[in-house]
């Protein structure tokens, strides 16, 4: 079935420093969820992204989809210790009834 | 709101025991799912229930597994027997509606060690 691939899987951020997290698709999605897990946590939803090159923001985070639907990023400035988790991006798979997780990328902060 | 409610939290069993994992949904969610995370295998999607009626299980590992939604407020996942690779965290998630296009609100889980 449909498959999300995220990139990369670790990133170690000096704190106040930029980072950007990469969502693909082979195929066309309909639209795509970021989530938001915090180490012991359960996934929360972040944001959904629906049209073509969307761009939504929330605070220091800015989510994009791509032009073809078939890419997502989050970029989130300054980072914080508060930005400490696991990102994941969700796709539908092909019948569009349920999502499809990428791996997730895994962020730690340098104080 | 109380969010998704899951129990218990934490579960340690034996090899060969059976394990029940218990879910309540948020009120007036249509959809229920159970997600297994583990390190080597992500979030998978094990089935997904649609006003109580189990529409997917096509992630439901093995018939040792089996998944019921007697009600809208309450769906159990039940593993008999268990076995040490079922360790995982489990987690219920709820949707107000068809999830691809609609939020899911995760419970906090259930830390399952098989011995």
């Known amino acids: 079935g449909q498959q999300v691939m995220q990139i990369p899987q670790y990133q170690h951020v000096q704190e106040g420093e930029d980072f950007t997290t990469y969502c693909n698709s082979s195929?066309?999605?309909?639209?795509i969820q970021w989530y938001k897990q915090r180490p012991g946590g359960h996934p929360v939803f972040l944001i959904q992204?629906?049209?073509?090159?969307e761009v939504k923001k929330q605070k220091r985070l800015t989510f994009q989809f791509g032009e073809a639907k078939k890419n997502s990023s989050l970029h989130i400035t300054a980072t914080q210790t508060t930005d400490v988790g696991t990102y994941f991006c969700a796709g539908p798979q092909a019948n569009d009834y349920k999502l499809s997780f990428g791996a997730g990328t895994t962020v730690t902060v340098r104080a | 709101d109380a969010g998704v409610i899951q129990s218990p939290r934490h579960e340690v069993t034996e090899m060969g025991q059976e394990v029940t994992l218990r879910c309540k949904p948020i009120s007036g969610h249509d959809y229920l799912f159970w997600y297994r995370q583990t390190m080597m295998r992500g979030l998978e999607l094990l089935i997904y229930f649609n006003n109580n009626v189990p529409i997917d299980d096509s992630g439901m590992p093995e018939d040792r597994f089996s998944a019921k939604m007697p009600n809208a407020s309450f769906s159990t996942l039940k593993i008999q027997p268990s076995e040490p690779r079922d360790s995982a965290v489990y987690f219920c998630a709820s949707s107000p509606g068809q999830g691809s296009y609609n939020e899911q609100f995760f419970g906090p889980g259930t830390r399952l060690t098989v011995l």
């Open positions: 992204l629906v049209k073509s090159g």
């Open positions: 195929t066309t999605l309909s639209n």
